[in-house]
Nanobody
Framework: QVQLVESGGGLVQAGGSLRLSCAASGITFSINTMAWYRQAPGKQREWVAR???????NYADSAKGRFTISRDNAKNTLFLQMNGLKTEDTAVYYC?????????WGQGTQVTVSS
């Protein structure tokens, strides 16, 4: 059974930073491309950043130059370092496999950026 547990969100002022973590179980983490997604109020969930098992990253335009995705395959953990946060980054952030989510989504972690 796939289990994804996101953490690290919070309230931060514009320009600030947060580091999100995602603990994964029930999947062969090291071989999967993992991604961070987010869903803002009233909007569809969107992909933000992804990272192959071998460490090749790719970012949505909104995240380029500000966010850094990384992973610790030994600990089945995915990270997202977010710098230069903007109010438009406010959303619930989720992790999952890419391109197709594996099983149910986790509860996500709320990121709120104030102006």
């Amino acid at each position: 059974q796939v289990q994804l547990v996101e953490s690290g969100g919070g309230l931060v002022q514009a320009g600030g930073s947060l580091r999100l973590s995602c603990a994964a179980s029930g999947i062969t983490f090291s071989i999967n491309t993992m991604a961070w997604y987010r869903q803002a109020p009233g909007k569809q969930r969107e992909w933000v950043a992804r990272l192959t098992g071998s460490g090749s990253p790719n970012y949505a335009d909104s995240a380029k130059g500000r966010f850094t995705i990384s992973r610790d395959n030994a600990k089945n953990t995915l990270f997202l370092q977010m710098n230069g946060l903007k109010t438009e980054d406010t959303a619930v952030y989720y992790c999952n496999t890419f391109p197709r989510p594996a099983g149910a989504w986790g509860q996500g972690t709320q990121v709120t950026v104030s102006s």
